[in-house]
């Protein structure tokens, strides 16, 4: 068996990574800060940092005009897509906070955004599935509950264009996929990583970025 990158990320390291990185712009930076002061608890649902230049880069690669992101937050993650959209790209952000989502809707409003954002305040089942049924979405960013991640992906999947793009996050689970009886959230990210693996639809790549990163392409 070959043996992956022994490459350990220290707190140095990390940082090495972030500076050669596109740095975040002052508005993404303080929502980052206003997420861990309001919310210090629950910040860790945010996106990591270098998520932010990654989603950017692949909205931009991938040529996104229409993405769909389920769970939306503070919105860091749809604010960095959104600033990658061109202006008559359009992003539905899909979340069940609107005390969440109310520090997003002022960020993307202070970087000339907000009208590229449509936020929808609604179990995001219900609102993907009132979504046309056609092949559709150029790219989409899943980081929601993970109980969930299986529907999310069999709504999404037809709506997704040939080469259309699904991002899944902590497909890793701080670990727990390996755990010989995981809790629930590490089983169902398990069976996720199963199920998104063996569907032919699409093509998918899991990398080891943050809790895990998982990049799907519709065939």
Partial sequence: MTKGNSTKITDELYQYVLAHNP??????????????????ESAGMQSAEEQGPLLAFLV??????????????????????ARALPADGRLIACDISE??????????????????IDLRIAPALETLRAMPAEPHVDMAYVDADKENQILYWEELVPRLRPGGLIVTDNTLYHGT???????SRGASVRAFNEHALADTRMESVLLAI??????????
């Fill in 210 to 219: 943050s809790d895990g990163l998982t990049l799907s392409r519709k065939r």
């Fill in 99 to 116: 005390e969440w989502t109310a520090y997003g809707r002022e960020a993307w409003a202070a970087a000339g955004v907000a009208d590229r």
């Fill in 23 to 40: 740095p975040l712009d002052e508005i993404q930076r303080g929502l980052v800060r206003t997420t861990w002061e309001k919310f210090p």
């Fill in 177 to 183: 996929v390996l755990d010989e009886s995981p809790q």
């Fill in 60 to 81: 931009r690669l991938t040529g996104a005009r229409h993405i769909v992101e389920v769970g939306t937050f503070t919105g860091f993650s749809a604010l960095s897509m």
